[in-house]
């Protein structure tokens, strides 16, 4: 173990930020900016060509999509807890994120093949969600290596900038792609160029190759990570075992009866971090199906946004350390939660039931003033959310509570994706499609209120 001496503090913090830049851009790029519109915009053009009218291909493509989302969400939260448990019973983590890695890169570079006339969307689906299972199952062994890296008055800052860090690794990613890949209707990319790499933009090969770049994207960032970081040994770790993961996992569970601060983060934390991943996996989509943007425009709409997150994430840290992180959750829901209803209350035709011209420019300058406080406000709310979770951390198992509270941020992540399909099956509208997701947000403030600020050590 001498070699993980020679590693310093500072060196093992920038390598654990390494993971949150390297990635990122399946958030970014993937699932919210470029290919989470493509595919909508591709399932749309192929439901309309069967005969469907505009809104209800609309709806069809988002439905299929959200589902989609759901039915993965449900994947991974019913693997997660298993696997935590398995991974805290042997005290390793970094040969579990190895592993969930390669599915990251295998199910990013997938991505290639879903061809443009919609003809094999399922394929699409199915190698995102295999990318998108190792990028979550991964987070869940990141987030709990937190406490082991600084004392617990340090986390808040070292949250917010782990997210901040992250963004800014996604707004490069993305303006890359934008600048060289992503074709417009004329071909060309943001900068009038065509695609790099001699990419056939008929084709759509430019934005298709979000997939592979991502995937290289990852394999060249985590080298930090896995030069720098290091498992931390655990006393009285065993080889991985399946009946001692299942006992510990059921030690936890029955923990919380006694533990109600720890039990209400928890169930808290679960309903509103499912929607804001809610609001992340439909923003683009709602940008290319309510106001018929190109993926390019909604890439701008990306960089924007995350620019905005990485500045707030680490503002969010410094007031973090300074309020801690109860009242920052508190702002950033009901500030969420205005923006929610504004994008509900807004299409081409109207805002807030006043008509609108035809060719009116507020709902593109509203919904992007919108994606600023999505951006913003969903990295501060993340860096302050797992803040929280380090002080209700036990100090003789901080890593058996933090588990908890990854495996808790999956275990109901095909709520909202769900409850976004039905809403917009039911309405017949991707507009009003989002609404759910309000409601999980004031479900979560109200669990709230039995959070203690300092955890249940307090």
């Not at 809610?278 to 943007?293: D, E, H, Q």
Request: glycine share 12%.
């Amino acid at each position: 173990m001498t070699h993980s001496k020679e590693i310093s503090a500072r060196k093992r913090i920038w390598g654990w930020y390494f993971f949150d830049w390297a990635s990122q851009p399946y958030h970014t790029l993937l699932v919210t900016f470029i290919f989470g519109p493509f595919f909508a915009s591709v399932a749309a053009q192929y439901f309309l060509g069967t005969g469907l009218d505009e809104q209800a291909a609309d709806a069809r493509a988002q439905s299929m999509w959200s589902l989609g989302l759901g039915f993965i969400g449900v994947f991974i939260g019913l693997g997660a807890p298993f696997l935590g448990a398995l991974a805290d019973s042997s005290g390793r983590r970094i040969p579990w994120i190895f592993g969930f890695s390669l599915l990251y890169v295998v199910g990013a570079f997938g991505l290639w093949f879903m061809l443009p006339d919609g003809s094999n969307l399922w394929w699409g689906l199915c190698a995102f969600g295999l990318g998108f299972i190792g990028a979550e199952w991964a987070l869940i062994f990141i987030n709990s290596q937190l406490p082991s890296l600084v004392s617990n008055k340090g986390t808040g800052e070292i949250s917010g900038s782990g997210f901040a860090f992250g963004y800014l690794g996604g707004v490069l990613a993305l303006a890359i792609m934008l600048l060289l890949f992503v074709e417009q209707a004329n071909g060309k990319t943001l900068i009038g160029l065509d695609p790099a790499f001699g990419f056939d933009a008929a084709a759509r090969e430019g934005t298709r190759f979000v997939g592979p770049f991502t995937a290289l994207w990852f394999i060249v960032f985590m080298v930090p990570y896995f030069l720098w970081v290091r498992d931390v040994p655990v006393a009285g770790a065993a080889k991985a075992s399946v009946s001692a993961a299942l006992a510990s996992l059921g030690r936890s569970l029955k923990s919380l009866r006694h533990n109600t601060s720890l039990a209400a983060y928890l169930g808290s934390s679960m309903l509103y971090r499912d929607a804001l991943n809610g609001l992340y996996s439909f923003g683009g989509v709602y940008a290319a199906l309510v106001l018929n943007w190109e993926v390019t425009q909604i890439g701008v709409f990306g960089v924007i946004g995350a620019i905005s997150a990485a500045l707030f994430s680490w503002l969010g840290g410094k007031l973090d350390q300074r309020l801690g992180p109860k009242p920052v959750i508190i702002v950033a829901i009901w500030l969420l939660i205005a923006v929610c209803v504004v994008i509900v209350s807004m299409s081409r035709e109207m805002f807030f039931g006043a008509p609108l011209a035809a060719d009116s420019a507020l709902p593109d300058f509203v919904f992007l003033l919108c994606g600023v406080f999505i951006g913003g406000l969903g990295g501060t709310l993340q860096a302050a959310s797992r803040t929280l979770m380090v002080r209700h951390a036990k100090p003789e198992a901080p890593t058996e509570s933090f588990g908890l509270y990854g495996l808790t941020g999956r275990a109901t992540a095909f709520l909202a994706p769900t409850l976004i399909g039905l809403a917009t099956m039911v309405s017949g509208s991707a507009r009003l499609g989002v609404s759910p997701v309000i409601g999980l947000f004031l479900l979560g403030l109200v669990l709230l209120r039995w959070v203690k600020p300092e955890g249940d050590r307090s």
